[in-house]
Every structure is written in C-alpha cells, then in structure tokens.
C-alpha cells in the first residue's frame, strides 16, 4: 500500500510538472515571454504561485522546460537501449545527436533565439543530462557504484553545453532586429566534434570495465 501511495504522489507531481511547463509555454507563445509571469503560470496550470516555485525558479526556466520536454531521460533511454557491443562513446554521441537535433516547432525556438534570458535557461538545461545519463554509463560499465560514470556523465553534459553555446553564439554586435540571434554552424557537427574530445576518457572506461569482467 505504501509503495502505490508513493506511485501515486509521483505521478501527481510528474503531471503537476508537465501542467505547469506546458501552460508556461503557451503563454509565452500568446503574449511574449516577458509579458508572462509566474502568477499567470501558476492560474492557468490550476496550482498556487507556492507550488509553482517547488517545481521552478523561474518562468524562463518553465518554458525551456516544455521546449525541451523530457528530453534528458530520451537521451538516458536511447543509450541504454543502444547495442550492448557498440563502442560506448559512439553510443552516446548517436543518443545525444538523435534527441537534440530532431525537428524543432519554429515558434518555440523563435522564443528562445529572441530571449537572452530563455537562450541561458536552455544551455543551462543541458546539465539536467548530467544524473540520468551517469546512470545509463553505469549501467553499460556494469559498475554504477564509482564516481566515474558520474565524472563522464558531468563532461558529456558540458560538451553539449559547449556546443549549444557555439551554436547559439550572439554577434559580437547587437542584431538590428530585436535581439534575434539566428543559430550559426551544423549542431550535429558541433555535437560531434565536443563529444569527440571525451572519446579516450570513454574508452577508456570502457576497456577497465571489460578487463574487470575478465576477472
């Protein structure tokens, strides 16, 4: 009984969460992001300014939340499903490219493009890979215990970082028209070439792990 009470309390919250970044979101997209505050987000979604702040710190951080959406546990999943005998660097390049380079809504990422404030929510996002991710290496590892499927995990999530950042780079000089800032370069090259750089350290965890299970 107490184990389905817990479910229960996590769904509640899961929905609560999703209520609010997807009320968040849809506001943006019909008044601006900074004509929305964290009171409209919280009526519209049918919660309490209180609760909203258990679940966000702020409403930028909603939106890119819904942008987003679930994004880090795709990518968790996605290396986790991945071939056992495949290359774990190769695997988790093709997981990160495969959630972060799909098709995106045009409005949404106009929001974020024209937002100093939501383009940092959105680099800022990438860490939240970071613990899902560490779990998905640990489990490939065999050795989730360690502090190192947690170390690369942290690398992985500031070379997307590092990437998102060079994609979404503003001009040394303001744009003209609004503060739009018109992503630069290929992300999945950019993606790559961050990654590439955390490729040794990969397989060489990879190749501990093996001699480990040779024991």
Request: without cysteine; proline residues 6%; charged residues 25%.
């Amino acid at each position: 009984m107490t184990t389905r009470r817990t479910g229960l309390r996590e769904q509640k919250k899961q929905a609560t969460r999703a209520a609010l970044r997807e009320a968040a979101l849809r506001l943006a997209l019909e008044r601006g992001p900074g004509n929305v505050r964290v009171d409209d987000i919280a009526e519209a979604a049918g919660v309490s300014p209180r609760t909203y702040n258990n679940y966000f710190s702020s409403r930028e951080q909603a939106i890119v939340a819904a942008i987003t959406a679930e994004r880090e546990a795709r990518v968790a999943a996605a290396l986790t499903a991945g071939p056992a005998r495949a290359r774990l660097a190769d695997a988790l390049t093709e997981a990160i490219l495969e959630q972060y380079t799909q098709p995106r809504d045009r409005d949404e990422m106009l929001l974020v493009t024209t937002s100093p404030a939501l383009r940092e929510a959105f680099l800022d996002a990438a860490g939240a890979i970071e613990d899902p991710v560490a779990a998905a290496i640990g489990r490939r590892l065999g050795d989730a215990d360690t502090s190192t499927a947690r170390v690369l995990a942290a690398s992985v999530a500031a070379a997307v970082r590092t990437a998102l950042r060079q994609w979404l780079q503003p001009p040394v000089e303001p744009p003209a028209t609004g503060g739009l800032v018109v992503p630069s370069g290929s992300l999945p090259d950019l993606l790559r070439s961050a990654l590439a750089a955390l490729a040794p350290a990969l397989d060489a965890a990879e190749e501990k792990a093996r001699q480990r299970s040779l024991r």
